[in-house]
């Protein structure tokens, strides 16, 4: 059985991610903070054939994942790939108006989150043959590309969520480095160097790509050989600048 856990699986590019594993006969570990929505989902994949297990599972609770483990772990000794894929936009609030309780709010899911979780199923990742972590990042989280004028980044003022992509980029290459059985990557989902991302809700629904689309990075890296890089920071179209 190969496994996957998705942390925001309920809608957007995790449940399309969810869907596409699961018709890859993969066994679907559903996270999802609001567990109405997270059913439902699970139920919508299961009737068209994906083994899904719907899991609640907030990242901003030490407690919520404390017990996505223990229930993981009723049905698995093991998991293949671990997708940290859940994240908030926060306010957008302008640097100069910025709090550190604007900041930690969104730290508090888009960084620490994925470091919770994946300190907490770290046994179950070390328990199988060619461990994958996918960390879903976002476009703001390159500086390069941040820093770029010609970008419409590089004008859009704002400090938590950005900054925290950053930290999250940093924090793959770091477990890549000290944890080399498992494959640590980043991914953009998106075109970087199109300025070309997927409709969601995290894009305000006016992104170019589909959902579809928007996932085909996740499912590159959560598909990869065993010999695949470790490390590496990834969009639609290949490696990108941190």
Sequence with gaps: MTSALITGANKGLGYETARRLGELGWTVFLGSRDEGRGRAAAQKLAADGAHVIMVP????????????????????DRINVLINNAATPGGGVNPADATAKDIHAVYDTNVYGPVRVTQAFLPLLQAADSPRVVMVTGPGGSIEYVTDPGQPVSKMYELAYTSSKAALNMITVRYAQALPAIKFNAVIPGELATSRFPATDMSRHMGELTVTEGSDPIIELATRASDGPTGIFIDRLGPIAW
């Design 57 to 76: 599972l907030d990242v901003s609770s030490e407690k919520s994942v404390a017990g996505a483990v223990r229930l993981v772990r009723e049905h698995t």
